[in-house]
């Protein structure tokens, strides 16, 4: 088990000004993967809020659009630069032809994924002033990333209205006890005496997750909620997470969806098949192979740093995670944690990996007065901000492996008494941290 002390040494926690703990018996004890006595917080949006200056929350469509502008010429400029120099003619050998377009990948997946991220802004008008100018931006962008704008737009909603919510959030819902013990085919009361996950495994699914995590979360909702049956209009019905269950981001009738937002996926749906049309007319033109190398590796880096950012942004040994008793807003959107990626991270990604949990409590502070907006929310969220930043990007990469080790399934502290007991830590079987609880098997 981690102390105390060690795991503060990567946690920034600022004393705060308003903070009054519950009572021990309201809660009982309270403990995260660490083994750090966690205290439910007690602050509130309006205090959140009005602790942002003014100004952070002014939006100015110019100063987006010269992002967007300098993000399109960096991928033009490389995309130039490597058709013109990395040919047969001045580059012989083709296996370092081969490096140097694998590099091509790498750089390209870097740029269009600042392009995702001001799409990203777009959907949560924190772009411009204007509804119109966001959606019309943040539609063309993401249509050209393969991305349902308005499908991903309405269902991302619905994860900051319930982030950390155990039945309404959309994304990264981690597992409960019982359905990890499904999926590996053991009882939930064996949970506590398996070995150790074999490191082979967890380097499976996490390769599995990068690759394929993105596509699969919008062709049949994995990690979202699977309370479907709740949906106000009845058309979650019979309806499941799954391949072919009728959840997903493609289809009007899918629950994830109301009535009303049937023309806007259909829109998105739209601008995929564009899109779809460009690329095949480029490939008749150019060849498959053109476009694998200029287009497809690239979106597959894309939705690497799109799935890895969001894990990140919500997976750490030390949040935790609300059923319907005790979940608010301003507990569920201090479930979240900022982390260090450098240059890449502030520059290239626009800050999106720095400054998510400002974004969580207001989503329409563009990006570029978020850090301040930050630093100011701090003294609010006291012991509940959190920031992994230990070893900088190096560090972003490596919780990669740490979370995947440390989380793998959710459940009630031990100590937990009353609506203590609707509150859940991560837990895993790698002898990590806190260990599962001990249940007695019942016939």
């Known amino acids: ?61 110019f100063r ?22 990395v040919t047969p003619a001045k580059v012989p050998f083709v296996t370092i ?85 499904s999926r590996i085919r053991r009882h939930v009361s064996e949970l506590h005496e398996l070995t150790e996950e074999a490191p082979l495994v967890t380097a499976l699914i996490l390769v599995a997750r990068q690759l394929i995590g993105w596509p699969l979360y919008l062709l049949q909702n994995n990690t979202g909620h ?89 997976t750490d040994p030390s949040i935790p995670h609300y059923g319907p008793q005790t979940w608010t807003f301003a507990r569920g959107a201090a479930t979240t944690i900022d982390r260090d990626f450098g240059f890449i991270g502030r520059t290239l990604f626009h800050g999106i990996i720095e400054t998510h949990v400002l974004h969580h409590y207001v989503s329409t502070i563009p990006f570029y007065h978020a850090d301040e907006a930050t630093e100011a929310i701090k003294p609010v969220m006291g012991r509940h901000y959190r920031a992994e930043t230990k070893d900088g990007p190096l560090g972003f990469i490596k919780s990669l492996w740490k979370s995947s080790r440390w989380c793998q399934w959710v459940e009630r502290s031990e100590g937990a008494e009353g609506v203590g007991r609707d509150i859940v830590f991560y837990r895993n079987r790698n002898g990590l941290g806190v260990k599962p609880l001990r249940l007695t098997k019942v016939d």
């Open 64 to 85: 987006g659009f010269c992002y967007i502008a300098r993000d399109v010429l960096l991928l033009a400029v490389t995309f130039h630069l490597f058709k013109t120099h």
């Open 226 to 314: 699977d309370f479907h049956d709740r949906q106000s209009e009845g058309r979650g019905r019979g309806k499941r997470n799954g391949p072919f269950r009728g959840v997903n981001h493609f289809s009007p009738s899918s629950p994830l969806y109301e009535a009303k937002d049937a023309k806007y996926i259909v829109l998105s749906d739209l601008g995929l098949g564009i899109t779809a049309t460009l690329l095949y007319s480029v490939a008749q033109k150019f060849g498959w192979s053109s476009v694998c190398v200029y287009y497809l590796v690239p979106y597959l880096w894309v939705n690497h740093w799109l799935v890895a950012i969001t894990y990140l942004q919500h």
């Open 1 to 61: 088990m981690i102390t105390p002390a060690t795991a503060s040494s990567t946690t920034t926690a600022i004393t705060p000004q308003h903070q009054a703990d519950p009572l021990p018996s309201e809660y009982g004890q309270l403990l995260d993967t660490y083994g750090n006595e966690f205290k439910v917080p007690d602050f509130t949006i309006k205090q959140i809020r009005s602790a942002i200056p003014p100004h952070c929350y002014e939006r100015s469509a």
């Open 97 to 181: 032809r081969f490096g140097l377009w694998a590099i091509y990948g790498f750089i390209q997946g870097l740029f269009a994924t600042g392009l995702w991220v001001m799409a990203h802004e777009c959907g949560h008008q924190s772009f411009s002033n204007s509804k119109f100018v966001n959606d019309i931006t943040g539609w063309i962008l993401h249509s050209s990333l393969l991305v349902p704008y308005f499908s991903w737009k309405i269902s991302h909603g619905k994860h900051h209205k319930a982030t950390g919510h155990m039945e309404r959030d959309m994304v990264f819902l981690p597992k409960t006890r019982d359905v990890y013990a």
